[in-house]
């Protein structure tokens, strides 16, 4: 059964820092393109980043280029997303998800799991 479960999440105030870490169970880690996607209330579901199997390759949402970074360990089976310089409109509910596709990883369907989420508060 695969599981992918998020953590690190919290309240910050604006300018501040926050990592984020999902661990995965359950699948050949490796084999996966790893994603991060949020959701802020009243709205969709909006990709955040992605970073290839290797980590050779990563992806990012244009509101997050240059104060997001994603990264992996696939010797244990993690991906972070470290937050800098966050702003009150970064706040949502975050979700690490797993694909085994390398095409459209910016898009939610292309995605095989996703994790419960973690919440992410940014006061002004």
């Known amino acids: 059964q695969v599981q992918l479960v998020e953590s690190g999440g919290g309240l910050v105030q604006a300018g501040g820092s926050l990592r984020l870490s999902c661990a995965a169970s359950?699948?050949?880690?490796?084999?996966?393109?790893m994603g991060w996607f949020r959701q802020a209330p009243g709205k969709g579901r909006e990709f955040v980043a992605a970073?290839?199997?290797?980590?050779?390759?990563?992806y990012y949402a244009d509101s997050v280029k240059g104060r997001f970074t994603i990264s992996r360990d696939n010797a244990k089976s993690t991906v972070d997303l470290q937050m800098n310089s966050l702003k009150p409109e970064d706040t949502a509910v975050y979700y690490c998800?797993?694909?085994?596709?390398?095409?459209?990883?910016?898009?939610?369907?292309?995605?095989?799991?996703w994790g419960q989420g973690t919440q992410v508060t940014v006061s002004s």
């Open positions: 970073i290839s199997w290797s980590g050779g390759s990563t």
């Open positions: 998800a797993a694909t085994v596709a390398r095409l459209r990883v910016t898009t939610t369907a292309t995605y095989n799991y």
């Open positions: 359950g699948l050949t880690f490796s084999n996966y393109y």
